[in-house]
Antibody, heavy 120, light 108 residues
Framework: EAQLVESGGGLVQPGRSLRLSCAAS????????MHWVRQAPGRGLEWVAG????????DYADSVKGRFTISRDNAKSSLFLQMNSLRAEDTALYYC?????????????WGQGTMVTVSS | EIVLTQSPDTLSLSPGERATLSCRAG???????LAWYQQKPGQAPRLLIY???SRATGIPDRFSGSASGTDFTLTISRLEPEDFAVYYC?????????FGQGTRLEIK
C-alpha cells in the first residue's frame, strides 16, 4: 500500500527557516511526480510546489516563489520542502502528495500532514 | 491562474437524497483535467474523481462526475452518512494547480 509520511513541522519565528521531509513507501517513488499542498487552519487547500519524477519541471505557487525550494532524493524515496523567510501566512498543515500517474496530475495518495506554525 | 468557483458553499441534505455539487472553471481545461476530493474533519483529502468523470480506485459507484464546457459536476446518487464532508475540485491542466474553495455537505 502506498504511503507518505511527513515530518519536520513545528513552531518557528517569522523570518526563520524550516525543512520538511516526506518519506514514501509502497510504490516506485522515482516513477511519480510529487507535490506539496497546504491547508491553513479552517481554510481550503492550496497547492504549494511540485516536480517531475526525475526532479525536473519544478514549479511553485506565486505565494512561495523565491522563498521555498522543493527537491527529491529518489535513492531514498524522499521529498523535501525547504522553507525560508517564513511568514505568518505560511502557517498551515503541509501535505505531501503523489500524482496518480504520469501526465495525470490528480493526487491519489496523501500523507497525514505536518503542521507549520509561524509566530513570534 | 485558472480560478475554480464551487457552488453552493454549503449543501444541506438528508441521507438517501441525491447531492449535486458544481465547479466552474475560469478557462477551458484540456481533456477535462479536473479532479474531485472529499475531506473529512481531521483527515487528509481523498481522491474521488479524475479526468472529470473517472472514479479513483475503491470509490463507490454512487459517486459520479461529469463535464459540460467549463462546468463540472459531482453527483452523489444516494447519500450515505459517511458522505457528509467537504468536497473540493482541482484543475491539473495548467500551473498553478488550483483548487476550488470547497462545498460543505452537511446533514439536514
Amino acid at each position: 500500500e502506498a504511503q507518505l509520511v511527513e515530518s519536520g513541522g513545528g513552531l518557528v519565528q517569522p523570518g526563520r527557516s524550516l525543512r520538511l521531509s516526506c518519506a514514501a513507501s509502497g510504490f516506485t517513488f522515482e516513477d511519480y511526480a510529487m507535490h506539496w499542498v497546504r491547508q491553513a487552519p479552517g481554510r481550503g487547500l492550496e497547492w504549494v510546489a511540485g516536480l517531475f519524477w526525475d526532479g525536473s519541471n519544478i514549479d511553485y505557487a506565486d505565494s512561495v516563489k523565491g522563498r521555498f525550494t522543493i527537491s527529491r532524493d529518489n535513492a531514498k524515496s524522499s521529498l523535501f520542502l525547504q522553507m525560508n523567510s517564513l511568514r505568518a501566512e505560511d502557517t498551515a498543515l503541509y501535505y505531501c502528495t503523489k500524482e496518480l500517474r504520469k501526465w495525470i496530475g490528480a493526487f491519489d495518495v496523501w500523507g497525514q500532514g505536518t503542521m507549520v506554525t509561524v509566530s513570534s | 491562474e485558472i480560478v475554480l468557483t464551487q457552488s453552493p458553499d454549503t449543501l444541506s441534505l438528508s441521507p438517501g437524497e441525491r447531492a449535486t455539487l458544481s465547479c466552474r472553471a475560469g478557462q477551458s481545461l484540456t481533456n477535462n483535467q479536473l479532479a474531485w476530493y472529499q475531506q473529512k474533519p481531521g483527515q487528509a483529502p481523498r481522491l474521488l474523481i479524475y479526468g472529470a468523470s473517472s472514479r479513483a480506485t475503491g470509490i463507490p459507484d454512487r459517486f459520479s462526475g461529469s463535464a459540460s464546457g467549463t462546468d463540472f459536476t459531482l453527483t452523489i446518487s444516494r447519500l450515505e452518512p459517511e458522505d457528509f464532508a467537504v468536497y473540493y475540485c482541482q484543475q491539473y491542466d495548467r500551473s498553478p494547480k488550483t483548487f476550488g474553495q470547497g462545498t460543505r455537505l452537511e446533514i439536514k
